[in-house]
């Protein structure tokens, strides 16, 4: 609706129209009580000025003095996530200690991964490509498996047991590509773990729209973890060379 503010003209310029008036019919004194108003003396009435602190006495409180507006709350951010922590810690029954470490610097060592991709059952993929993919992906997090006797100082035996990593255009949208956990580590909750921590720092990112590709095997386990199967019918449309 559009309200426009029509201007009034004062009163004293407020005239009726003249099919209302009538002919002839004007407003004026006669010339006896012309004269009669000449003859009298004037008056004047001196009108006291009103300045402007009359109207901020008797102008409501409320105008007056408007309350501070109190913010809400902010609500706590989640701490960064560290780029290296153990996430497991256990003690075999030879008196092996194992750790499980989880890191998002992203240094994968290629032979590592291909030999995992391997035990998973992933076909092989050109090197080359396979660290192009790495090298310009938005973050990559791994777990590593160290195992150690105790008391022994220094690094034990490290691994590469999982991995996953995702693409992002830095604003508003990512997608999860590469979970992998190794078979003998499966069931264990890592590959949950995996996912979890690249959405947590995606959001802290303010990286929303949040995808991936899932094998038929493993939608039900991305539904577990907050994925939606086809939202509102959106379909992954693919496209392959003819060759």
């Given at each position: 609706m559009l309200i426009r503010s029509k201007a009034i003209a004062p009163s004293s310029s407020l005239l009726l129209p003249s099919s209302a008036r009538g002919p002839n019919r004007t407003f004026r004194l006669n010339s006896n009580e012309s004269r009669r108003t000449k003859n009298k003396n004037k008056?004047?009435?001196?009108?006291?000025?009103i300045h402007a602190f009359f109207w901020d006495g008797i102008r409501p409180r409320f105008l007056k003095e408007k309350p501070?507006?109190?913010p809400p709350p902010e609500e706590p951010e989640d701490p960064p996530l560290p780029q290296q922590f153990v996430l497991v810690d256990k003690t075999h029954p030879d008196g092996t200690v194992e750790q499980i470490i989880f890191s998002s610097v992203g240094d994968v060592d290629i032979h590592d991964l291909q030999t995992l991709c391997d035990k998973v059952g992933w076909p092989r993929r050109p090197p080359t490509k396979l660290a192009a993919a790495l090298?310009?992906?938005y973050m990559v997090v791994t777990l590593h498996s160290s195992r150690s006797l105790p008391g022994s100082e220094g690094d034990?035996?490290?691994?590469?047991?999982g991995m996953a990593r995702a693409t992002s255009d830095h604003a508003f949208n990512a997608t999860i590509w590469d979970v992998l956990v190794d078979p003998d580590y499966q069931g264990q909750g890592l590959g949950k773990a995996l996912v979890e921590k690249i959405i947590k720092v995606l959001l802290q990112k303010d990286i929303g729209n949040i995808t991936l590709f899932a094998d038929s095997r493993v939608v039900e386990f991305y539904r577990n973890l907050g994925f939606e199967p086809d939202p509102d019918g959106i379909k992954g449309m693919f496209w392959y060379p003819n060759y």
């Open positions: 008056v004047r009435v001196r009108v006291p000025r501070a507006e109190v090298r310009n992906s034990g035996q490290r691994r590469l047991i």
